[in-house]
Structure formats: C-alpha cells, structure tokens
C-alpha cells in the first residue's frame, strides 16, 4: 500500500505541522508533497524534517519566496493539480485552510483529508493580515475571495473521507462543504512523552508569572494579553515567533513586566509552563488550539477565550476559566478570578493526557486502515 502526504506549505511549526510529523512517523517512507518547503524560518524546529522525501512545486523556484505565501494561494489550486499521485493507493492531505491543496489530480487513489479548518479568509473568521482595513485590497480580495470559495468548494468534492481536528471544524466541514467529517483530535506532546513526574512537576511550581504564545498572529489577540498584564502590572512571559509585522506592535505596548522569551524548544515550553501560574489564551475563532492541552499536561490551569476548539478540551472551574469578551476588564477578572480559584493541577494532567500523541497515531491509523480494505 503506497501512501503519500500532502500539505499546504512548510515554512513554520504550529499544531498543523505536528499534525504531519505524527503521520510521517506513522508512515515514514511516505513522500511529502507541498507548495514550498522553507527551512531556514523553522528555527529549532527544522530538524524535524530531516531527511523527509520532501516534493516541492516549481514555487520552490522563485525568488523571494518566503516573502509570497499569501499570493501563492491564488495560484496554488493549479499547482496540486501539477503533481503526479498515479503510483499511490492512499492521498492523506492535511489542509491548513490556506491553499486547498484538495485540488489534486489523485487518479485511482483514495484521498484522505485532515482538516485542520476551512480556509479562514475565505469564510469570514479571523485572520493574521488586516487585509480589510485597505479599500482597494478589500475591493480586489473579495472578487478574488468569490472564486476561491468555488476553487475550495469543487476541490472539496475529491475528498473521499474527511476527517475534523474538533467538533468545531467538523461543523464548518458541514456548512461550508455539505460533507460529514469524523472528528479525530490533533496530537499534543505531553508529559507522558516527556517522562515528567506530574507529582514532583507540581510541587516544584513557582507560579510568579503568567504566560502566552505559541504563532504569535493577530486572531490569538496576545496584544489584548499585554495590554491587560501590564495594566495589573502582573509579571508575563510570551514566547513564539511574531507574525510579520505583529511583533514590533506587541513590543510597543508592552509594559516592564513583559518579556519575550522567543522560539522555544517542546522542552523550553513545557518548562515554562510548568512554572506559571496560568496558561492565557485569547485566541478567536480558534480550531482546536494546542498550546492550552500542552499547559495543562503539566497542571498549569488555563484562562481562555470562549471560542472555538477550546471549549472542547478545558473544563470550566475544573482546568481553567473563560472569558467571554475580548476586552481588557474582561480578561482582568478572569485572571482575578483565576487566582482565587482551586483547580486542581491533577484534573489539568487529566484532562490533557485525552489528546495525546499516541492516541492520535492510533486512531488516525485504524480510521485510514478501515477505509482502503
């Protein structure tokens, strides 16, 4: 049985591309297919894709690449169809929501698609660039935007199995595709991977900071969690690597008692995490959002927004505490409320070991295996 892999672009590590990793490892003589594959913005995650049988597009070619991702996504329907699937039994795409790389040309193949989410430009849900705020570009996106979605929607139709990284997705699957999708939830390293004690890892808690990050892009409003921590003048840590333009404008408002720590090692972040007191995410829209499951994985509670895939994986008074606006009062009383709760770190390593990688790799397995028989 000959598989192939294909996903949008490899040019940053976020739960997506974890997402790839579990299934190359799953099966690892399994070529990769993508737009463009750009190691030198990976940081300390480019040796993962080492030695991968990586299969670019003629996009690899130009100049200035790393610069092109958003314009790429005009052209990269034509470009998956570019590829050639006719030696493969089983097509697994990981689709991102940003280039539908469903397009493919998969000849007798079965094609698989793990959807990470819709294209979020396409269909009104938050995204990194601002692009809106522009008249001409507002004007010229939406007539481009019209014939993507019908690009998005016919391509959808090669799908023979379509596979949710939440309830949230599944639903969008639904009303943007007419198509019925099961959920398999993404892998999240945990400290069942790491071989952490969660015993000692909780006693050895300092809990003088709060923390954030992950893609530092403007739907995960880390802004909105400057803002608020250097209001109440509480200690934060913020790690990732900015979007674009988005990092000078969160250093701008950061206050003394903010500091940006950079791209960390799975390691560096869990470490991290252990030692806050809280795990902030603020993020809209979101699919699924990995980085809340990794912090309480070492019993590190969450305070989230409520949107999206996170109300699938914390428990509200039990791992973390919701927010409901986007607002700096609003989030004020939730950290506030936050420090007067008792969650118990027990309930949060409970909670995260449901979305391990372990669990994934099975259940993506068997669901891919009881299909092609």
């Excluded at 790839?20 to 070529?31: F, K, Q, T, Y």
């Excluded at 809106?132 to 939406?142: D, L, P, T």
């Excluded at 880390?222 to 209001?231: E, N, P, Q, S, Y």
Aim: hydrophobic fraction near 40%; glycine fraction near 6%.
């Amino acid at each position: 049985m000959k598989i192939a892999l294909v996903h949008d672009y490899i040019k940053e590590y976020g739960g997506a591309e974890r997402v790839l990793e579990a299934l190359h490892e799953i099966w690892p003589d399994a070529p990769v297919f993508t737009t463009v594959y750009l190691p030198k913005f990976l940081g300390p995650h480019r040796e993962r894709f080492k030695n991968w049988k990586i299969k670019t597009s003629f996009l690899q070619n130009i100049p200035f690449k790393g610069k092109m991702i958003s314009i790429f996504r005009i052209f990269a329907p034509g470009v998956f169809r570019s590829f050639d699937f006719s030696k493969f039994d089983i097509v697994i795409v990981s689709a991102t929501g940003a280039y539908s790389p469903n397009s493919i040309n998969k000849k007798n193949a079965v094609q698989i698609c793990y959807f990470h989410t819709p294209p979020r430009y396409l269909y009104g849900y938050a995204t990194a660039r601002e692009w809106k705020k522009n008249i001409i570009f507002r004007m010229v996106g939406e007539i481009l935007n019209h014939f993507l979605r019908f690009t998005d929607f016919k391509s959808s139709e090669n799908i023979d199995f379509a596979v949710a990284n939440s309830e949230e997705v599944r639903k969008r699957i639904q009303k943007f595709y007419k198509k019925d999708a099961v959920v398999i939830y993404p892998p999240v390293e945990t400290i069942s991977k790491l071989s952490f004690d969660p015993e000692l890892r909780i006693e050895g808690k300092s809990q003088n900071y709060f923390l954030a990050g992950g893609r530092l892009a403007r739907p995960k409003h880390v802004d909105l969690i400057i803002k608020t921590c250097t209001k109440l003048g509480l200690s934060l840590k913020v790690f990732g690597k900015p979007f674009a333009g988005y990092g000078k404008e969160l250093r701008s408002i950061a206050g003394p008692t903010v500091e940006f720590v950079g791209e960390v090692t799975d390691e560096e972040k869990l470490e991290l995490m252990k030692n806050a007191k809280a795990y902030i995410f603020a993020s809209e829209d979101e699919d699924f959002g990995i980085t809340p499951v990794e912090a309480m994985s070492v019993g590190t509670p969450v305070i989230a927004f409520r949107s999206g895939g996170v109300l699938e994986t914390v428990i509200e008074g039990k791992t973390g505490i919701f927010f409901d606006e986007l607002t700096v009062q609003n989030l004020s009383q939730a950290i506030n409320k936050s420090q007067h709760s008792a969650i118990n770190p027990l309930d949060c390593i409970k909670q995260a070991q449901k979305f391990t990688k372990d669990r994934f790799k099975r259940e993506i397995k068997k669901f891919i295996e009881s299909k092609v028989k």
